[in-house]
Each structure stands twice: as structure tokens, then as C-alpha cells.
């Protein structure tokens, strides 16, 4: 049974919320990460896609990090056309990144976070220095990044 989402057509930034709760890491795919301290997790979709498919979306995505035992704290949206790195949606993601319990970032598809390859880069390595796990749905892996001659965020 999937977990419930709810979601506002009132905000304006059209985010999908989901549940809190005291869950802590326990799989070892993720306990690198603060074992034993309380972590959290942030979605972000990229869609254009109708409400009840960002619905299944956000459900998925819920799935997984309950089958790891991480509760959500929030999915962002991301309607615009743009796939720019500094459009709002990403520092909105970027914020939370920055936040010490929010230890893992669940997007669809790598992409969805930019296309241009010299700025994905550097967000993966400011995930990485936060300490923040990257992971993707559609491959089902952590994507890391490795420093570059010094380069960074």
C-alpha cells in the first residue's frame, strides 16, 4: 500500500509533502550516513506531467525511502521548462541540502537536477561536501562526485 501524499494546489511553489516521522538509517546502502542519529530525506521531481502522474511519482519515491527507513520531509516540484542550476526550485533543493538532518536527495533521473554537465558536477560536489547522498530512481544507484584538481561549488 503506498503512503499518502498530500498536495496543495494553493501553494505557489506546488510542493508535495510528505510524512515526518522518527525513523532512523538501518540498511547498509545508507548507514554510512550519521548511523544513529535521525536523518531525513528530500525528493525533487522534474515533471510537466499531470497531477495524479506526479502523485504516482511522489508515491514511488516515498516507497523507496520508506524500504530504507527514511522519512521525507519534502518532495519540491519542479514544473518550469528551464533546467537551468540556479532557477528557484534548485535552491530551494540546495536549502535543504544544507540543513545537518537531511542526509539524502531522491530525483528521478539525474537530469532532472540540471543538463549541463560542468554544473551538475558542481552540485554533486557540494552534495558531497554537505555530506548529502544523491540518489536515483530510475538506476537505482548513489551518484557521487570526485573532486577535480580542486574544482567545487
Known amino acids: 500500500m503506498k503512503e499518502q501524499v498530500q498536495y496543495d494546489k494553493c501553494i505557489p511553489d506546488r510542493t508535495l509533502t510528505g510524512t515526518k516521522s522518527d525513523m532512523r538509517f538501518t540498511r547498509s546502502n545508507v548507514n554510512e550516513f550519521k548511523r544513529e542519529h535521525e536523518v531525513m530525506g528530500v525528493g525533487f521531481i522534474k515533471s510537466r506531467k499531470s497531477v495524479d502522474k506526479i502523485m504516482d511519482m511522489a508515491a514511488d519515491m516515498l516507497d523507496k525511502a520508506k524500504s530504507v527507513e527514511l522519512p521525507i520531509v519534502e518532495i519540491i516540484v519542479d514544473e518550469g521548462a528551464s533546467d537551468d542550476i540556479d532557477r528557484d526550485k534548485m535552491t530551494s533543493l540546495c536549502e535543504w541540502m544544507e540543513k545537518d ?4 536527495i531522491f530525483v528521478r533521473e539525474i537530469n532532472d537536477i540540471t543538463k549541463d554537465r560542468d554544473d551538475l558536477e558542481a552540485f ?19 551518484v557521487k562526485a570526485e573532486p577535480d584538481n580542486g574544482a567545487g561549488c
Open 101 to 104: 538532518y537531511v542526509k539524502v
Open 124 to 142: 554533486l560536489l557540494k552534495a558531497r561536501d554537505l555530506d548529502v547522498m544523491v540518489y536515483v530512481l530510475n538506476t537505482g544507484v548513489q
